[in-house]
């Protein structure tokens, strides 16, 4: 029985991730972990909206940090009742230190994470990727899956695949842990330069593993630049495909000036998106 977590703001309750998880565990017949982090720090309000009104200062804080305690007790409750409805196994935990580290910390003891790409552990919205979630996935310790906002049922996957042993890894882990999906048609995608020619990387050894995997596999290379390519093609699908993709971990002075993969697919897609790197 594998063990997955759901990271989950109880202020802020994202539907879909639970949606996801839950499929994903009755399908796995995996043990569900919903991790409500609950942050000393991190409230539904900024302390610039306490400013003295009709009501001191110190009223208005205990009533916003009361109506945060029933929030996350009705997001805990909600979670819990949805884990009964799908008869699998769960349990809950209240991470109340800092976020960041704490949810790290988790990941070293599960073999996947589902979050929503939206997550932000603050009042403030921001346009994905989150400061968070680039944080969070630079040092992560499991593979994950980062999920859109609005839940619907996977049609078809993409495994980005470029040669790296890295790729490869990714690929390797989403058949282990979520072998129910590679009934779904499978689209293997690579691109290359433009000067280069239209075989897969290592083209013998990569299609004897993928017919051993992926009975629906299809093959298909493109020229171009990869950020560009990999868009304009998922953007043609139907419906967002989920997106197989390694290699996130990169120097914090890399984070800084130059996007990931992930990070392109983050802001301009809103496909499902399995991450996992060595």
Known sequence: MKKIIAALDGLKYAESTVQFAIQIARETRSHLVGVFLEDFSYHSYSIYELAPRLEPWEHQLRKRNEQDLISRAESVEKFTALCHKAEIEFSIHHDRNFALPELLHETVYADLLIIGKNETLSPLPQVPPTGFLRDLLGDIQCPVLVVPEDFELVNKIVLLYDGQPSSMFAIKMFSYLLPFMKMLPVEILTVKPENEDLHLPDNHL???????????????????????EIVKYLKESEKPPLVVLGAYQRNLVSRWFRQSM?????????SPLFIAHT
């Open 206 to 228: 990569m299609k004897e593993f993928s017919r051993r995997h992926f009975h629906n596999a299809s093959y298909h290379v493109l020229h171009g630049a990869a950020e560009q």
């Open 262 to 270: 992930a990070d392109v697919l983050m802001e301009k897609l809103d």
